[in-house]
């Protein structure tokens, strides 16, 4: 009986997600999405999608193969908005996953729902700092894609904001490595001439915790960065900016 009750004591102790989480917290995409899946409440839900996203950004090279994995993501997402509609987490990450889809397609209409999609997380919760570093994202991507006039006539996008949402973000959470790294891949991608800058925003990276499998696979991403940056060679380190980045698989 005193077994028994320890086991049930356990279980109830252990996050309905628990199998999801773990899968996630190694890097385990293809777990992360089947446990999470099979969960199937909003925390589930939506590691199952961030792996899901995982999966097509940074290990898929067919772009069509890649966008059924993001529809995937998205329907894991709206999945979750249907039991837990205030949930900020599927809000943000349903936008990341539009993004990416806009990014495939080179989806203008897309790319503003984007946009608005950020800007209305963060009328809410102006201390998200991944919505401000997603954001920020959104207005450095949009310049480097197209070029800045093209970005600021055709979308709204400008260099500045982007500067903007950055700093916010590393305000909100210094210590975070995903947000430097995506901060430096944005700045080399945008101009080799941001070489210096983008060093600076990865010094010390070795030394901050990654604490689940995206961060731990963005922080092994500024490393290799950081190290071409070390060598001087500011276009090497650009062409590994581009690299590294989600997609850059896909020809």
């Known amino acids: 009986m005193k077994t028994a009750l320890s086991a049930l004591l356990l279980i109830i102790a252990m996050p309905a997600n628990a199998a999801a989480i773990d899968a996630f917290r190694t890097g385990d995409w293809a777990a992360a999405v089947r446990e999470g899946r099979a969960e199937n409440d909003a925390g589930g839900l939506i590691l199952a999608g961030r792996a899901q996203l995982s999966i097509a950004g940074y290990q898929t090279a067919d772009k069509e193969r890649a966008l059924a994995q993001v529809a995937a993501a998205e329907a894991d997402f709206d999945k979750a908005l249907a039991r837990e509609p205030g949930n900020v987490q599927a809000q943000l ?117 990654a604490n689940d499998g995206f961060e731990a696979l963005l922080k092994r991403q500024g490393l290799e960065l950081a190290a071409v940056l070390a060598r001087g060679d500011a276009k090497a380190a650009q062409a590994t900016a581009r690299r590294l980045k989600a997609f850059s698989r896909i020809a």
């Open 93 to 209: 990450q349903k936008a990341v996953a539009i993004a990416y889809r806009a990014q495939l397609t080179r989806g203008i209409s897309l790319a503003k729902d984007v946009r608005r999609r950020f800007e209305t997380i963060l009328a809410a919760h102006p201390d998200n700092s991944l919505a401000w570093g997603a954001l920020g994202g959104w207005h450095g991507g949009a310049v480097a894609t197209v070029g800045s006039f093209l970005a600021g006539t055709a979308l709204g996008a400008k260099k500045s904001e982007m500067e903007r949402c950055y700093a916010q973000a590393l305000r909100l959470s210094p210590g975070l490595p995903s947000t430097r790294v995506f901060f430096a891949i944005t700045l080399l991608d945008l101009d080799p001439g941001n070489a210096t800058r983008a060093a600076g925003m990865l010094k010390g990276l070795d030394a901050l915790p």
